[in-house]
């Protein structure tokens, strides 16, 4: 019995022993193989920024390049010293996706917001996505910035929000007529127009737009053919409408990239010849190489893309960061590309803001008013400031034309960053 | 004229891919009363794996990887249904429980799709893709031809193991009277087995062959899984022969709809004619009168 007793104390002593020594191993491991940067105590703490796209669903390929892109643009930022007013403090991303739907994309900012070291966001990539995440952000007062073109955005009143692209009411006047005369070196006339394409915000903004500008010049549009994004799982009853009503452009908009292979294919099966000219730069996406030749002298309109003045290594790191995490591309589209038109911006806003308050930020990004620097580079109008609305400032709004020529997209205007000629209609 | 006529004749080689698939899922309906969810998952399984990778990796061509996938797929859905859902069959809320572990396959197998071989849309590139016939001024669209013509050989290859062979029988007796099968000693479990792993085979195949001539994503199931359920509703939910015809209506409608309506009420239309259907027909076309399986 006494034997018994003396060996169950000295069980106990003994496991009491190795419990201790154990949490001792843990201690001191997590102190010699932790992450030296939380050791070291002088290090500034890092920038959480908010990155909501949609990386799951229909449109998770557009979500997840952006993404990528925008871990690219922060560790530009990083590796050339951080935010130097906060110290050299790094820019992290703190990322949630929105599962391609409206309300995903409130939730997923709600959720990510709910960490108060968070001091800006970014997202969400489809106009209706943006429209729910920043009423979030608004209502939080985080500064967001976002890549939506409707114009829709910035009638809202919204005092917190940025958008460095142009609305497409401007990249259509811009670039419509543009269209017009490069037919019109071609010889060509166009007097009627139609429209097929997606009825989501931005799509039906840039159709307002276009049906206005294309107006003005005695065009007029024979036929519409819109469908819910993400609805269309045919694209025969449309091209044959093309065929039959035969306009001399197509005006089109489908950002699913599902949706513009099937109307490519058919428009090709169909042999239409008739030019299709794009109000989205996704049409210039690496996953349509697959059917490149089909796409030949498609024409695209878009803010982001890569250029003449756009720095080399912010092309080979989107696309270094894009294989890391992601997919092997072949060259950066605009969804890559959309980063470098907003954070090197940021981080501009933060360096002169010299703080990681959300108010002070905020003020600061509506006072800017930089060109001809490096944040502007990617920007085709070199500057950026922002109006009233939180859009980007009329004197540097800008847009790009790129053309699909011998397999894969070039920006072909304007000359000073154009990186091919443009030519009119397939051969 | 032509217009009508070019629109026919798309949704004819439309509709024979939608019945193709609805055949499938009308036999694991008919059989074991189970509605599979994953389903259309399963038939972009097959556009991802063999179809395109088999291409690019060995230049393989899709209709041979068609051929592939009929054995491939049979073993993965009989595993399916041995492993996983006949754990639920029998037990109490059994029609619950294999509806949410469907959907959860569902779910699994697009974000699997996801994660391996990223949500880029795919299409496979031969020189059938959009090669035309031309008769009179319709185009006749050479890849979704031979996928008609190989649908009809898998169709009629079909009806001949469920009318000719052994087990093809005992799996018609099983959805007839699971109960009277298992008095006469047959294996019902293996019974349920093979057409679990029949009809993802053939919706498999079904999967191949539209890859031959439409651009894919992991979530393209999404789009077309209602359009399965309503061809087999129509055609009278257990009928195989109602499900192929069930197909083929939708695909016609939804191309024929496009002359009264815009686009963006295609499935509208659909979806109305389907309801009309069923309030002047409520067992569907061939529900109860006929069964040909």
Same mark, same amino acid.
């Given at each position: 019995?006494?034997?018994?007793?003396?060996?169950?104390?000295?069980?106990?002593?003994?496991?009491?022993?190795?419990?201790?020594?154990?949490?001792?191993?843990?201690?001191?491991?997590?102190?010699?193989?932790?992450?030296?940067?939380?050791?070291?105590?002088?290090?500034?703490?890092?920038?959480?920024?908010?990155?909501?796209?949609?990386?799951?669903?229909?449109?998770?390929?557009?979500?997840?390049? /952006? %993404?990528? &892109?925008?871990?690219? @643009? +922060?560790?530009? =930022?990083?590796?050339?010293?951080? *935010?130097?007013?906060?110290? !050299?403090?790094?820019?992290?991303?703190?990322?949630?996706?929105?599962?391609? /739907? %409206?309300? &995903?994309?409130?939730? @997923? +900012?709600?959720? =990510?917001?709910?960490?108060?070291? *968070?001091?800006?966001?970014? !997202?969400?990539?489809?106009?209706?996505?943006?429209?729910?995440?920043?009423?979030?952000?608004?209502?939080?007062?985080?500064?967001?910035?976002?890549?939506?073109?409707?114009?829709?955005?910035?009638?809202?009143?919204?005092?917190?929000?940025?958008?460095?692209?142009?609305?497409?009411?401007?990249?259509?006047?811009?670039?419509?007529?543009?269209?017009?005369?490069?037919?019109?070196?071609?010889?060509?006339?166009?007097?009627?127009?139609?429209?097929?394409?997606?009825?989501?915000?931005?799509?039906?903004?840039?159709?307002?737009?276009?049906?206005?500008?294309?107006?003005?010049?005695?065009?007029?549009?024979?036929?519409?053919?819109?469908?819910?994004?993400?609805?269309?799982?045919?694209?025969?009853?449309?091209?044959?409408?093309?065929?039959?009503?035969?306009?001399?452009?197509?005006?089109?908009?489908?950002?699913?990239?599902?949706?513009?292979?099937?109307?490519?294919?058919?428009?090709?099966?169909?042999?239409?010849?008739?030019?299709?000219?794009?109000?989205?730069?996704?049409?210039?996406?690496?996953?349509?190489?697959?059917?490149?030749?089909?796409?030949?002298?498609?024409?695209?309109?878009?803010?982001?893309?890569?250029?003449?003045?756009?720095?080399?290594?912010?092309?080979?790191?989107?696309?270094?960061?894009?294989?890391?995490?992601?997919?092997?591309?072949?060259?950066?589209?605009?969804?890559?590309?959309?980063?470098?038109?907003?954070?090197?911006?940021?981080?501009?806003?933060?360096?002169?803001?010299?703080?990681?308050?959300?108010?002070?930020?905020?003020?600061?990004?509506?006072?800017?008013?930089?060109?001809?620097?490096?944040?502007?580079?990617?920007?085709?109008?070199?500057?950026?400031?922002?109006?009233?609305?939180?859009?980007?400032?009329?004197?540097?709004?800008?847009?790009?034309?790129?053309?699909?020529?011998?397999?894969?997209?070039?920006?072909?205007?304007?000359?000073?960053?154009?990186?091919?000629?443009?030519?009119?209609?397939?051969? | 004229?032509?217009?009508?006529?070019?629109?026919?004749?798309?949704?004819?080689?439309?509709?024979?891919?939608?019945?193709?698939?609805?055949?499938?899922?009308?036999?694991?309906?008919?059989?074991?009363?189970?509605?599979?969810?994953?389903?259309?998952?399963?038939?972009?399984?097959?556009?991802?794996?063999?179809?395109?990778?088999?291409?690019?990796?060995?230049?393989?061509?899709?209709?041979?990887?068609?051929?592939?996938?009929?054995?491939?797929?049979?073993?993965?859905?009989?595993?399916?249904?041995?492993?996983?859902?006949?754990?639920?069959?029998?037990?109490?809320?059994?029609?619950?429980?294999?509806?949410?572990?469907?959907?959860?396959?569902?779910?699994?197998?697009?974000?699997?799709?996801?994660?391996?071989?990223?949500?880029?849309?795919?299409?496979?590139?031969?020189?059938?893709?959009?090669?035309?016939?031309?008769?009179?001024?319709?185009?006749?669209?050479?890849?979704?031809?031979?996928?008609?013509?190989?649908?009809?050989?898998?169709?009629?290859?079909?009806?001949?193991?469920?009318?000719?062979?052994?087990?093809?029988?005992?799996?018609?007796?099983?959805?007839?009277?699971?109960?009277?099968?298992?008095?006469?000693?047959?294996?019902?479990?293996?019974?349920?087995?093979?057409?679990?792993?029949?009809?993802?085979?053939?919706?498999?195949?079904?999967?191949?062959?539209?890859?031959?001539?439409?651009?894919?994503?992991?979530?393209?199931?999404?789009?077309?899984?209602?359009?399965?359920?309503?061809?087999?509703?129509?055609?009278?939910?257990?009928?195989?022969?109602?499900?192929?015809?069930?197909?083929?209506?939708?695909?016609?409608?939804?191309?024929?709809?496009?002359?009264?309506?815009?686009?963006?009420?295609?499935?509208?239309?659909?979806?109305?004619?389907?309801?009309?259907?069923?309030?002047?027909?409520?067992?569907?076309?061939?529900?109860?009168?006929?069964?040909?399986?």
């Amino acid at each position: 019995m006494e034997v018994e007793v003396w060996q169950k104390g000295e069980r106990t002593m003994i496991r009491r022993g190795l419990t201790i020594i154990l949490v001792s191993i843990v201690i001191i491991g997590g102190f010699i193989f932790g992450d030296k940067s939380k050791v070291a105590m002088t290090a500034a703490p890092d920038i959480k920024i908010a990155v909501v796209y949609p990386l799951s669903g229909a449109f998770s390929r557009n979500g997840n390049l /952006t %993404v990528q &892109g925008i871990k690219a @643009a +922060m560790g530009w =930022v990083n590796d050339n010293g951080g *935010i130097k007013s906060l110290g !050299g403090a790094k820019l992290v991303p703190v990322i949630g996706d929105c599962g391609s /739907t %409206v309300e &995903g994309s409130a939730n @997923a +900012m709600e959720r =990510v917001c709910r960490d108060p070291e *968070i001091v800006m966001a970014i !997202g969400s990539w489809a106009s209706s996505f943006s429209m729910s995440s920043t009423e979030v952000t608004e209502r939080l007062g985080i500064p967001q910035f976002s890549e939506g073109f409707a114009d829709s955005l910035t009638e809202r009143g919204l005092k917190w929000s940025f958008y460095p692209n142009p609305p497409y009411s401007t990249l259509s006047a811009i670039v419509l007529p543009q269209v017009i005369e490069l037919a019109k070196n071609a010889g060509k006339s166009i007097k009627t127009a139609m429209i097929v394409g997606n009825n989501q915000a931005a799509s039906v903004s840039f159709y307002k737009t276009a049906k206005e500008i294309f107006g003005k010049l005695g065009i007029k549009f024979i036929g519409e053919e819109t469908w819910a994004i993400g609805t269309l799982t045919d694209a025969t009853p449309i091209m044959q409408k093309v065929k039959a009503l035969n306009p001399d452009v197509v005006v089109y908009m489908g950002d699913a990239l599902t949706e513009i292979q099937m109307v490519m294919m058919k428009k090709k099966e169909f042999d239409i010849k008739t030019p299709f000219m794009c109000g989205g730069g996704w049409l210039g996406d690496p996953s349509l190489k697959f059917g490149g030749e089909y796409l030949e002298s498609w024409i695209a309109l878009s803010p982001s893309f890569p250029h003449k003045l756009t720095p080399r290594e912010w092309i080979t790191r989107a696309l270094a960061q894009c294989r890391k995490e992601y997919s092997n591309e072949a060259w950066v589209g605009q969804e890559l590309s959309f980063a470098y038109t907003m954070v090197p911006i940021m981080a501009e806003v933060l360096e002169r803001a010299g703080s990681r308050d959300r108010q002070i930020i905020r003020d600061t990004g509506r006072k800017l008013d930089i060109h001809n620097v490096m944040a502007t580079r990617h920007i085709v109008g070199q500057g950026m400031a922002f109006d009233e609305t939180g859009r980007i400032a009329p004197k540097y709004r800008g847009s790009l034309i790129v053309q699909w020529q011998s397999g894969r997209p070039y920006p072909v205007y304007p000359p000073n960053l154009a990186l091919a000629k443009p030519i009119w209609g397939a051969k | 004229m032509e217009n009508g006529m070019q629109l026919i004749i798309s949704g004819i080689l439309v509709g024979v891919s939608y019945a193709v698939l609805a055949a499938g899922l009308a036999l694991i309906f008919g059989v074991m009363k189970i509605i599979n969810f994953a389903h259309a998952s399963f038939a972009v399984l097959a556009m991802y794996f063999p179809t395109f990778w088999f291409l690019q990796w060995w230049g393989i061509d899709p209709f041979i990887s068609a051929g592939i996938a009929l054995p491939l797929f049979f073993i993965l859905g009989y595993l399916t249904q041995r492993l996983l859902i006949e754990r639920v069959i029998g037990e109490s809320e059994s029609e619950t429980s294999t509806l949410i572990m469907t959907m959860g396959f569902s779910l699994l197998i697009d974000n699997f799709i996801l994660i391996g071989w990223s949500g880029a849309p795919r299409i496979i590139n031969q020189p059938y893709t959009l090669e035309t016939w031309r008769v009179g001024k319709v185009l006749v669209n050479h890849a979704q031809t031979y996928s008609l013509l190989i649908s009809l050989v898998l169709i009629g290859g079909l009806f001949l193991f469920l009318n000719k062979t052994m087990i093809g029988k005992a799996i018609k007796a099983a959805a007839d009277d699971p109960e009277g099968c298992a008095y006469m000693g047959i294996n019902l479990r293996f019974v349920y087995g093979v057409a679990f792993a029949l009809g993802i085979a053939i919706t498999a195949t079904g999967g191949c062959l539209m890859a031959t001539y439409r651009p894919f994503n992991p979530f393209y199931g999404e789009s077309i899984i209602v359009i399965l359920f309503a061809s087999v509703v129509l055609g009278g939910m257990t009928s195989i022969a109602g499900a192929l015809i069930g197909g083929l209506i939708i695909g016609i409608i939804q191309q024929l709809s496009s002359l009264v309506v815009s686009i963006s009420l295609q499935n509208v239309a659909v979806f109305m004619i389907f309801v009309l259907f069923l309030y002047l027909r409520p067992q569907g076309i061939l529900g109860k009168r006929e069964r040909l399986i």
